[in-house]
């Protein structure tokens, strides 16, 4: 298994703002496959043009999300080398401003469009158009006891927990999970 990098808390509106894209949250994804990689592998990665993720790139290295850590030489110019600051990422749910409040609502329906594009193309790879075992989508709306929403709550963060100590850049298949488990709306 990989070493460990450090955790990214999350504090500022700026930094949920820089994931807000289905494109960006693919980038970050990538970049945590590859480790470090220049925006040309990137954009083949991606299946873009280099040039329509420069501005993206930059985005999330001014948020502290990405940084620059070095140069490969490429193409007549060298070529600049992108990683992550961490491996993984958490919202430091203790900041409630409503210029934050609003970018994590912004980053909320980035990441349901990502998970919605995920499970469409998990669908369509399969022949028949229904998807194979692993792929699944639940949705139980119930009603619970607070000390029971409690106990729900913290057994989805140690399935989180387990999955990103599992995490192995050996293994073949790479897997996602979204999960929104809220108190629903009266």
């Known amino acids: 298994m990989a070493r460990r990098k450090r955790k990214l808390v999350i504090k ?6 820089a994931l807000r894209t289905p494109l960006r ?15 040309r592998e990137l ?3 991606l299946g873009r043009e280099p040039a329509a993720l420069y501005y993206h790139v930059h985005a999330l290295v001014e948020a502290g ?34 210029p934050f409040l ?6 909320n329906r980035a990441t349901l469009r990502t998970a919605e594009r995920e499970l469409a193309a998990s669908v369509r790879a399969r022949t028949g158009g229904s998807p194979d075992d692993r792929t699944s989508l639940l949705r ?16 989805l963060h140690e399935v989180v927990e387990f999955l990103a100590e599992h995490d192995d850049a050996d293994a073949g298949d790479t897997y996602s999970l979204t999960v929104a488990f809220v108190r629903a709306a009266k």
């Open 25 to 39: 949250q693919q980038m970050v994804r990538a970049l945590l496959e590859f480790g470090e990689c220049t925006v």
């Open 12 to 17: 500022s509106a700026p930094q949920l703002r």
């Open 102 to 107: 609003a970018a994590l609502a912004d980053l």
């Open 43 to 45: 954009a083949d990665e």
């Open 140 to 155: 139980l709306a119930v009603r619970l006891k607070p000390r029971d929403a409690a106990r729900a709550a913290k057994m």
């Open 65 to 98: 999300i990405a940084t620059e850590t070095g140069q490969r030489a490429g193409g007549g110019r060298p070529q600049r080398i992108y990683s992550l600051v961490a491996d993984r990422m958490v919202i430091d749910k203790s900041v409630t401003s409503g």
